[in-house]
């Protein structure tokens, strides 16, 4: 008896050290796959939600940034997109209710400026107030296309003017990248789990180039930027945002400093996706 107890424990600890040297194989092999191109991908994208047809369609017919993108890279913005949308309070004002096709590519807009920072989903702004025209504010008793107030927890988005964005999609004007970007430098900001996602030296880097180009237009001179941009430093980094997007080229060509040091801070470059 006390011979088959010796040999069960024998047998026990063998499947315990066996179990032991298969995890620890399991996360050398992880290490080594993770460090190669392409495939850390499906490792990044693991535990994100598997997206609903519904919205991969709207994606396939209205996101340009979505279709440029390659195999692995759509499955993780898929991802992404589906778990924004997840976390999201989206709130119809003054129409009948949110669609699909409002939820994706409000999503879609937002995960198009943070896929190179994937921790980041805005979380502080819980929800998404979604008129379907331009809205008159009570405060400053004015119409507004939209806005992003960090006390309300809340992005404010006119239905006509998003889509209007898109119409156009070389105009720099883009009512979508342009809320979500105030949102993202708000959020970089807030104390939460997303805090301080921006590298501090590669921020102060970007304002650098950003104020030049900044006293350059106030003083007259000719900008690629549009003259709203040039109110305040906030102001010109959501129009930056959206020619980073729209006319990524002439953005490029026209000041690649303030390019490469947008590049740096969002960590992804359109160019490539273009050039492809």
Known sequence: MAHLEFILLQNSSQDALGTVLMIGIAIFLLAIFSSIPGINIGFRAFGLPPIKERYRAVLNEHSDFYKM?????????????????????????????????MKALIAASAIQITFGLPKVYLSHFKRILIYPDNYYSTINKVYHKGEVNPLAKLIVLSWRSFVEGYLDRTDGINLGLHEMAHALRLENLIMNDEYQFFNESDLDLWSFFAKK??????????????????????????VVIENFFERTRMFSDYCPDLYQATVKLLNQNPLEYIRR
């Open 69 to 101: 993108l390659p195999p692995k890279e759509k499955k993780l913005f898929e991802g992404r997109v589906q778990h924004f949308i997840n976390i999201k309070d989206f709130i119809p004002r003054s129409i009948d209710g949110v669609t699909a096709q």
């Open 213 to 238: 180009e900044i006293v350059a237009m106030r003083r007259g001179e000719v900008s690629m930027f549009r003259e709203y941009g040039a109110a305040n430093e906030e102001e010109f980094f959501a």
